[in-house]
């Protein structure tokens, strides 16, 4: 008895120690981050003179700041749009993928290509693409005679046009989705051919389910990366036409680094980490309906 | 046993010791490289600068050349892309760690305000080559916070109309500049040229008689003092969007647009232009723009030339706005001599003819404006001369510490009037509310 505690206690002092390096990445970095930001968005501060206390102000402020609900109904919308489809694209991408075809590594490749180059660069390339006169869609468009619109320089095609963008890098999820696929017991399959289930059935039935957790995975890191989105707003559109696509992680840059007010841009960086928590811990819950678990003992 | 112990407290002390060097990193190693500065020791300045690999080089190569090797200075150099320059410095100064010379712009107020920048007011009067009156007017006047001078100028831009005298010859029509020479330059006949210079096939418009100036703050001001307007009052307490002179401005400008389709409808907002047609495509008869543009349009197909902007009647048409760029020290540096050696050998007339020559820029001495080949330079349009006597008379955008959020005011709202969301009346009112909010709460 004495001896199995002294090693266990052995062993948590090497468990600790193993994840001391990250716990203290996490100390500095995350939590005396997070912790510092809340005490800045409770002040007035503009990096050059010192911080003033001001209690709630500024949480009060955000609340009557039209661009703040402007912000926030946009990148809303980016998010409810953005993540599903990117979900089904990089889910449609990785069935087609999963399929024994000629020169599978070579398209594998061709698909997840994109999430490789990522950021500026990209970003670039696309205000090319959707350039109004000069731009590659419109120019397909008129090939059927279709005039295009403004895209990213039409207040109602802005946000859409960076929706379509955010597909460019649905590769990424691609990739998981395709390892999930292979994970996916044929034996399953093969039971389900032996009663006759359809293609659609067996999809529905057992790659669906099957599925759900990597789904998960995907929509949870997909909803919170979205409402972090920066870049794509800030060299393309800058946030406008009239504030079509203003993000709410390019109006917090607005007003930390070109308007200088970083207890301002604490208390919105606050309310977007208290956002981000309980849509979060919203999707946990509905998970237990919707995602199955194939070792979570449910094996009737 | 006794070997895993030792391992195991060869490790925690490995760990312990890389945290305590990650801590205290810093003051000792610092506090080391300020005391080495005595008497004979080297001193080395740090500097904060923007531009590109040629702006760089120009740089070192001044120091060099004009920095006096007697004094014992070097000069680290810290090349920040334009785009993250103002968030980089803005950052180090907060961790107290600032730059002892620094470029300095469009901020200048907030740093002088906060007192962050050294009053170089004692400096300039003792230095022997420095010579106050041979800077343009605007240039100094750029750089004062309460009576005191905290930054020295390095190159100066106005805002000129830029002309295709190929479309104007084509089309048998007067040019700016012959509007200028006449003192007939105003903006009826601005619009009337813009008009006939504007062409229609179907229903596309296959050429613009100009390109549209977008209402914003600095880069849009030329309009408003062409108009005899202001942004705010002299005192800089209040907006005065709603000031008849200003709001003629906008109701102008805009007309050139939602009216008389003499400009294209830009892309709004961003400041990324994504409109295809451009002066540079030849496509766009007129442009009002920032003198910096000649250097990137010397090498365009066809003949172009510049003229002042227009104005409305009883305005000098020299009186463009002033675009500066300079220099500062920060009023922590340790080293406040050595650190003005070096501005002093960057304000030197040969230093800024130098910069000059490999830059293309315009140095604020008129000295070295006349008698340099700068504005005669080859390449250069045949007007440009017209340019130092507007650097003498230019006027400054009211910079103040709230500029960048009330750029976003004049930008959304101007968009707004350009899209007919709001009248020019309504929206300038608006502009005074928003802009008279963030200047109260200073």
Redesign the interface.
């Known amino acids: 008895m004495t001896a199995m505690g002294k090693l266990e206690k052995r062993e948590a002092l090497a468990g600790y120690l193993f994840i001391l390096p990250w716990v203290c990445g996490f100390l500095v970095f995350v939590l005396f981050s997070l912790v510092m930001a809340f005490y800045t968005s409770l002040t007035d501060w503009n990096l050059l003179s010192p911080a003033r206390w001001v209690g709630f102000a500024n949480y009060n402020a955000v609340l009557h700041d039209d661009l703040f609900w402007k912000s926030l109904r946009v990148t809303l919308i980016y998010v409810c749009t953005s993540v599903p489809l990117g979900i089904a694209l990089g889910f449609s991408m990785a069935l087609l993928l999963n399929q024994k075809v000629r020169g599978l590594s070579f398209w594998r490749l061709v698909y997840y290509f994109p999430a490789v180059l990522s950021g500026v660069a990209v970003s670039l390339m696309w205000i090319w693409v959707f350039n109004p006169d000069f731009g590659i869609v419109n120019l397909a468009l008129s090939l059927f005679g279709i005039p295009g619109p403004g895209w990213i320089a039409d207040t109602h095609w802005a946000l859409p046009s960076i929706v379509v963008m955010s597909l460019w890098g649905a590769g990424g999820g691609m990739i998981i989705y395709l390892a999930g696929l292979q994970g996916i017991p044929t034996e399953l399959y093969e039971a389900a051919q032996i009663d006759g289930a359809s293609v659609w059935k067996k999809f529905s039935f057992i790659t669906v389910p099957m599925m759900t957790p990597v789904i998960f995975f995907n929509l949870i890191m997909g909803a919170i990366s979205g409402f972090q989105v920066f870049t794509e707003a800030y060299v393309i559109t800058g946030g406008g036409p009239d504030n079509a696509t203003l993000m709410y992680g390019l109006y917090l840059y607005m007003n930390a680094f070109k308007y200088f007010k970083m207890g301002y841009a604490s208390a919105l960086a606050w309310i977007l980490f208290l956002i981000i928590l309980a849509i979060t811990s919203l999707l946990f819950a509905t998970s237990r309906r919707w995602v199955f678990y194939a070792d979570g003992g449910d094996r009737s | 046993m006794q070997k895993k112990k030792a391992l ?1 407290t060869g ?2 002390l490995l ?1 312990a010791a890389a ?1 305590t060097a990650a801590c205290s990193d810093g003051s000792p190693s610092e506090s080391s490289s300020g005391s080495s500065g005595g008497s004979k020791g080297k001193v080395t300045i740090s500097m904060a600068y923007t531009g590109d690999q040629n702006a760089l080089d120009t740089l070192k190569k001044r120091l060099n050349q004009y920095l006096d090797p007697s004094l014992n200075i070097s000069v680290d150099v810290t090349l920040i892309p334009g785009g993250e320059y ?2 980089k410095v ?2 180090m ?2 961790g107290g760690t600032p730059p002892d010379v620094l470029f300095m712009s469009e901020p200048f107020k ?2 002088a305000k ?1 007192s ?1 920048l050294l009053d170089l007011t004692s400096y300039i009067e003792a230095s022997p080559t420095f010579n106050r009156d041979d800077f343009y007017p605007a240039s100094l006047e750029f750089y004062q916070y309460n009576g005191k001078q905290f930054g020295v100028p390095q190159d100066l831009n106005t805002w000129v109309i830029f002309y295709n005298e190929d479309l104007f010859k084509e089309a048998g029509v007067k040019t700016p500049w012959e509007y200028y020479q006449e003192g007939d330059w105003t903006w009826d006949n601005y619009l009337d040229v813009a008009k006939k210079l504007t062409k229609i096939s179907g229903d596309r418009v296959t050429q613009y008689g100009t390109g549209y100036p977008a209402i914003a703050g600095w880069s849009y001001s030329a309009w408003v003092f062409a108009g005899g307007g202001n942004y705010k009052s002299a005192d800089g307490k209040t907006s005065t969007m709603s000031d008849p002179k200003t709001l003629a401005a906008f109701q102008f400008t805009t007309g050139l647009a939602n009216q008389y389709e003499v400009a294209p409808m830009p ?6 232009n ?4 451009t002066f540079a495509t030849g496509k766009v008869a007129m442009e009002a723009n920032g003198s910096w543009s000649i250097g990137g349009y010397k090498d365009m197909k066809f003949k172009w030339n510049i003229a002042p902007m227009p104005v409305v009647p009883g305005v000098d048409p020299l009186t463009s706005y002033i675009h500066n760029s300079g220099f500062a020290i920060s009023a922590s540096t340790k080293h406040p001599q050595e650190a003005w050696a070096v501005l002093e050998a960057l304000v030197k007339p040969e230093s800024y003819a130098d910069d000059a020559a490999s830059r293309g820029i315009i140095p604020p001495r008129p000295s070295v404006v006349a008698s340099e080949k700068i504005l005669n330079a080859p390449g250069m349009p045949s007007n440009a001369s017209v340019i130092s006597d507007m650097l003498a008379k230019g006027k400054l955008f009211p910079f103040d ?2 500029y ?2 009330e750029e ?1 005011v004049y ?2 709202i101007g ?2 009037i350009l ?1 007919k969301k709001v009248t020019p009346e309504d929206g300038a009112a608006e502009m005074d509310r928003k802009v008279n909010e963030i200047l109260a709460k200073q």
Do not use: C, R
């Not at chain 2, 892309?267 to 990324?272: E, K, R």
């Not at chain 2, 994504?274 to 047609?277: A, L, P």
């Open positions: 195991w490790l925690v760990l945290l103002w968030d803005s950052t100064f907060a907030q740093y906060q962050s892309a709004t907002g961003g400041g990324t994504i409109t295809g047609m510490e709230t960048a959020e976003k930008t959304d968009n707004e899209t």
